[in-house]
């Protein structure tokens, strides 16, 4: 029996553990009442920039936002194509749609669920600008090989780091970079269920590149350089104060958060490694996995039992993503017919995330573990 309500998330627990810091934070914002552009933005994109490794931050109003601002700020033109996969959370898609531009979908590793690299080439034609790396469910995708891929092109690289933000990523030589900062430019969320979230909607781009970074801080404002002189159509994307605020506060624990998360990670690991039907995420080599989803694939199409099951005793589960896009009505293309993307398919109909957050105890996980070794039974 267990007394506290699973959830997916547990932010409530969590505040409750930072509520002295948080609320302070937000009662600075209150009381100096710059609710927007207050200095609070600024410590934050500095704070964050400084976790980066001195990449650049531009912070916007939410993760979707941070694609689109990309793509605007690269000038692409209506046609030209960009890549991505086609397991991904919508938002990578729409971006792309939504500016005229045409999505490129290409399949993805079935073990580590992100883009597979020798799909990306296969896709390129005259008019690729760019690829679009999802570093999904916490663990980021091939980026050395997207990147000699994107070197020999001479193609962009947009980091959908939505998911993984914290993640290392290690090249061959040695060296390794936090996701996000090794392509063109990175771009996360903050929703607030993400590894790094707020009590809203956020988001922000990152980049190395001093001309991109400025272009990026006007499109994000109006496509303003001075007040009231506008150089580019922009758009009006902006992180306001009060959850820049929590986002500082939560961003000095983001590798606290990040190893609570992987403990937890571990522990399921741990209690499913010998059921024969059930495979366990596989982690990438060559990065570290920050869990934003703890997803395995259940190999016996029992997927609705299972989670009825668990659902029976009070344990939610989520499945991301029930519906691959190519086979969403809003992006049907004649491009891509069913059976275009058959790993990308397989895993939408087996794919099964379990709860996975900061705050859980022991008895909790063991409840968790035990109830989905029944049901799997
Ligand atoms: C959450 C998410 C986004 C969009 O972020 P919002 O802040 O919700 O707009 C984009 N891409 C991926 C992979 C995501 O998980």
């Known amino acids: 029996m267990q ?6 998330v547990d932010l409530k627990t ?13 009662a600075d914002v209150i009381n100096n009442t710059q609710f927007i552009k207050g200095p609070q933005v600024k410590k934050f994109e500095e704070n964050l920039s400084a976790y980066l490794g001195g990449s650049q931050v531009i912070s916007c109003a939410n993760g979707t936002d ?4 990309a793509m605007m700020a690269l000038g692409y033109q209506p046609g030209d194509e960009v890549i991505t996969a086609s397991f991904t959370y919508v938002a990578t898609a729409e971006v792309i749609a939504l500016l005229k531009l045409k999505p490129v979908l290409v399949e993805v590793n079935p073990d580590t669920f992100t883009i597979d690299p020798a799909a990306i080439e296969a896709a390129i ?4 600008k760019a690829i679009v790396p999802v570093h999904l469910f916490g663990q980021c995708a091939d980026m050395e090989a997207i ?9 962009h690289v947009i980091e959908d780091n939505a998911q993984a933000i914290g993640a290392d990523y290690f090249f061959s030589d040695g060296t390794k970079a936090k996701s996000g900062t090794i392509g063109t430019v990175g771009s996360t969320s903050f929703f607030p269920s993400k590894n790094l979230g707020c009590y809203g909607d956020g988001g922000a781009l990152n980049t190395s ?4 970074a400025k272009k990026i801080r006007m499109i994000a404002n109006h496509g303003q350089s001075i007040q009231y002189v506008h150089d580019e159509i922009g758009v009006n994307s902006r992180l306001d104060s009060i959850q820049a605020s929590v986002l500082d506060v939560k961003l000095k624990y983001l590798d606290d958060f990040a190893a609570r998360r992987i403990s937890v990670a571990d522990n399921y690991d741990n209690a499913f490694k010998d059921l024969k039907n059930v495979q366990t995420p596989v982690r990438a080599k060559n990065s570290t996995h920050v869990f934003h989803q703890y997803t395995l694939l259940l190999k016996d199409g029992n997927r609705d039992e299972v989670r009825k099951k668990l659902a029976d005793k009070g344990i939610p589960s989520m499945i991301y993503y029930p519906i691959p896009l190519h086979q969403q009505k809003a992006y049907r293309d004649e491009r891509y017919k069913d059976g275009a993307f058959p790993i990308t398919e397989e895993l939408c109909k087996s794919v099964l995330s ?3 957050h900061t705050e859980f105890e022991e008895e909790e996980l063991k409840f ?3 109830t989905f070794k029944e049901a799997i039974q």
């Open 3 to 8: 007394v506290k309500e699973i959830k997916m």
């Open 14 to 26: 969590q505040y409750e553990r930072l509520k002295i810091e948080i609320d302070a934070g937000i």
């Open 66 to 69: 941070s694609l689109q601002i």
């Open 125 to 128: 034609t005259p008019k690729t």
């Open 147 to 155: 990147m000699k891929i994107a070197a020999k092109h001479n193609l």
């Open 209 to 212: 590149d001093n001309v991109l």
């Open 354 to 356: 379990l709860p996975i």
């Open 368 to 370: 968790i573990t035990d």
